[in-house]
Nanobody
Framework: QLQLVESGGGLVQPGGSLRLSCAASGFAFDDYAIGWFRQAPGKGREAVSCFNNENSRTFYADSVKGRFTISRDNAKNTVYLQMNGLKPEDTAVYYC??????????????WGQGAQVTVSS
Protein backbone atom coordinates (compact mmCIF):
# COMPACT_ATOMS: atom_id res chain seq x y z
CA GLN A 1 0.00 0.00 0.00
CA LEU A 2 1.43 3.36 -1.04
CA GLN A 3 2.14 5.70 1.85
CA LEU A 4 3.58 9.19 2.16
CA VAL A 5 4.32 10.24 5.72
CA GLU A 6 5.34 13.81 6.55
CA SER A 7 7.26 14.93 9.61
CA GLY A 8 9.07 18.01 10.83
CA GLY A 9 6.31 20.58 11.11
CA GLY A 10 5.90 22.87 14.08
CA LEU A 11 5.85 26.40 15.41
CA VAL A 12 8.65 28.77 14.50
CA GLN A 13 9.27 32.49 14.78
CA PRO A 14 9.46 34.68 11.68
CA GLY A 15 12.86 34.36 10.09
CA GLY A 16 13.33 30.87 11.48
CA SER A 17 13.85 27.54 9.74
CA LEU A 18 12.20 24.13 9.58
CA ARG A 19 12.87 21.00 7.58
CA LEU A 20 10.01 18.81 6.44
CA SER A 21 10.54 15.17 5.54
CA CYS A 22 8.35 12.92 3.42
CA ALA A 23 9.01 9.20 3.75
CA ALA A 24 7.56 7.08 0.97
CA SER A 25 6.75 3.39 0.97
CA GLY A 26 4.75 0.83 -0.97
CA PHE A 27 5.69 1.93 -4.46
CA ALA A 28 8.65 2.38 -6.79
CA PHE A 29 10.02 5.63 -5.38
CA ASP A 30 12.19 6.30 -8.41
CA ASP A 31 9.16 6.30 -10.70
CA TYR A 32 7.53 9.40 -9.20
CA ALA A 33 8.20 13.10 -9.00
CA ILE A 34 7.53 13.93 -5.35
CA GLY A 35 7.01 17.37 -3.96
CA TRP A 36 5.09 19.66 -1.67
CA PHE A 37 1.80 21.54 -1.67
CA ARG A 38 0.36 23.69 1.08
CA GLN A 39 -3.02 24.88 2.19
CA ALA A 40 -3.54 27.90 4.39
CA PRO A 41 -6.79 28.42 6.33
CA GLY A 42 -9.59 29.50 3.99
CA LYS A 43 -7.47 29.06 0.88
CA GLY A 44 -7.03 26.44 -1.80
CA ARG A 45 -4.15 24.00 -2.00
CA GLU A 46 -1.17 25.40 -3.86
CA ALA A 47 2.04 23.95 -5.25
CA VAL A 48 5.18 24.84 -3.31
CA SER A 49 7.98 22.74 -4.76
CA CYS A 50 8.54 19.66 -6.91
CA PHE A 51 11.54 17.42 -7.63
CA ASN A 52 11.50 15.90 -11.10
CA ASN A 53 12.71 12.31 -10.75
CA GLU A 54 13.61 12.03 -14.47
CA ASN A 55 16.01 14.96 -14.80
CA SER A 56 16.52 16.15 -11.20
CA ARG A 57 15.13 19.56 -12.03
CA THR A 58 13.36 21.42 -9.27
CA PHE A 59 10.37 23.72 -9.27
CA TYR A 60 9.54 26.41 -6.73
CA ALA A 61 6.58 28.70 -6.35
CA ASP A 62 7.58 32.35 -6.72
CA SER A 63 6.60 33.00 -3.12
CA VAL A 64 9.26 30.60 -1.77
CA LYS A 65 12.09 30.94 -4.29
CA GLY A 66 15.40 31.66 -2.62
CA ARG A 67 14.09 30.55 0.80
CA PHE A 68 13.02 26.92 0.35
CA THR A 69 15.09 24.03 -0.98
CA ILE A 70 13.79 20.63 -2.02
CA SER A 71 16.02 17.57 -2.02
CA ARG A 72 15.63 13.85 -2.48
CA ASP A 73 17.41 10.82 -1.04
CA ASN A 74 16.53 7.79 -3.17
CA ALA A 75 18.39 5.43 -0.81
CA LYS A 76 16.04 6.46 2.00
CA ASN A 77 12.92 6.92 -0.16
CA THR A 78 12.62 10.37 1.35
CA VAL A 79 12.08 13.89 0.06
CA TYR A 80 12.95 16.94 2.15
CA LEU A 81 11.88 20.57 2.14
CA GLN A 82 14.30 22.92 3.89
CA MET A 83 12.48 26.12 4.72
CA ASN A 84 14.53 29.16 5.71
CA GLY A 85 13.52 32.75 6.28
CA LEU A 86 10.01 31.70 7.21
CA LYS A 87 7.27 34.31 7.11
CA PRO A 88 3.82 34.38 8.74
CA GLU A 89 2.30 33.92 5.29
CA ASP A 90 4.03 30.54 5.06
CA THR A 91 1.69 29.27 7.77
CA ALA A 92 -0.22 26.32 6.32
CA VAL A 93 -0.63 22.57 6.33
CA TYR A 94 2.08 21.19 4.08
CA TYR A 95 1.30 18.05 2.09
CA CYS A 96 3.68 15.66 0.42
CA UNK A 97 2.43 14.63 -3.03
CA UNK A 98 3.14 12.13 -5.80
CA UNK A 99 3.12 12.86 -8.73
CA UNK A 100 3.79 16.61 -8.26
CA UNK A 101 4.35 17.32 -11.99
CA UNK A 102 0.75 18.35 -12.47
CA UNK A 103 -1.05 21.54 -13.46
CA UNK A 104 -3.63 21.23 -10.71
CA UNK A 105 -3.71 19.72 -7.20
CA UNK A 106 -6.78 17.76 -8.37
CA UNK A 107 -4.46 15.71 -10.58
CA UNK A 108 -2.18 14.51 -7.75
CA UNK A 109 -2.43 10.75 -7.32
CA UNK A 110 -1.22 10.35 -3.75
CA TRP A 111 -1.17 12.62 -0.72
CA GLY A 112 0.42 12.46 2.68
CA GLN A 113 -1.57 13.27 5.81
CA GLY A 114 -0.14 16.78 6.13
CA ALA A 115 2.18 18.60 8.52
CA GLN A 116 1.23 21.86 10.22
CA VAL A 117 3.71 24.72 9.90
CA THR A 118 2.97 27.82 11.95
CA VAL A 119 5.09 30.94 11.71
CA SER A 120 4.33 33.35 14.49
CA SER A 121 6.02 35.48 17.11
Amino acid sequence: QLQLVESGGGLVQPGGSLRLSCAASGFAFDDYAIGWFRQAPGKGREAVSCFNNENSRTFYADSVKGRFTISRDNAKNTVYLQMNGLKPEDTAVYYCAADCLVTSPDMVKYWGQGAQVTVSS
